[in-house]
């Protein structure tokens, strides 16, 4: 079902686009590159981290009992800087409890979810990339042609980034030479 207002909007959607959906889609963007390489590098960490803390649980209770090795390098996946343990990218109060540093890194690690393993096996998370390509390919299309064609015509890219089927190099050159081609279309027909 779909009201006489609904019909309207569809049949007046080119009145919302404007050139402000420009940086929209390229915050959108570059919130999940930041999303892909952060993740990348930091799943180790946390793993490790979570797998010693659980070993530990037992005898040590205090987060601040581990000064002493994490000063000696003798834990590289965790780090004391301001006043903080760094692990992974999450930050962990120095009074805390080692029991409660494994819950707040099992809910990170839960927040990476059933792609923990495809992280640990390529070395960054195909989701996130995907996501950036499909992003940055819709943000083109619609600044040009002011709308997105279904099926995207361009959904072979997508499935083979969430494959494994690109580096993240690759995936990384593509989405700055959409981002530049972006930032070189001329949006004057846009309202602003």
């Not at 080119?14 to 930041?34: E, N, V």
């Not at 962990?92 to 495809?118: C, E, F, P, S, W």
């Not at 950036?132 to 042609?145: G, N």
């Amino acid at each position: 079902y779909i009201s006489p207002i609904g019909e309207k909007l569809l049949r007046e959607k080119h009145l919302f686009i404007s050139q402000s959906i420009k940086q929209r889609y390229l915050g959108y963007a570059y919130s999940q590159r930041h999303k892909m390489v952060m993740r990348s590098d930091k799943v180790n960490e946390l793993q490790a981290a979570y797998e010693y803390l659980e070993d530990i649980r037992d005898e040590t209770k205090f987060m601040s009992q581990l000064e002493s090795k994490i000063e000696n390098k003798s834990l590289p996946f965790i780090r004391w800087k301001e006043g903080m343990f760094h692990i992974g990218d999450i930050q962990i109060q120095h009074g805390v409890t080692i029991n409660r540093a494994i819950q707040l890194i099992k809910r990170r690690l839960d927040k990476v979810g059933n792609r923990k393993d495809l992280i640990l096996k390529y070395g960054w998370d195909l989701k996130f990339g995907s996501n950036l390509i499909r992003l940055l390919k819709e943000c083109k299309e619609i600044l040009i042609t002011g709308k997105i064609r279904f099926p995207l015509e361009y959904a072979d890219d997508i499935l083979e980034i969430k494959k494994g089927e690109w580096s993240i190099k690759q995936v990384l050159d593509y989405a700055t030479l959409l981002e530049e081609q972006i930032e070189a279309l001329d949006l004057s027909h846009l309202p602003k």
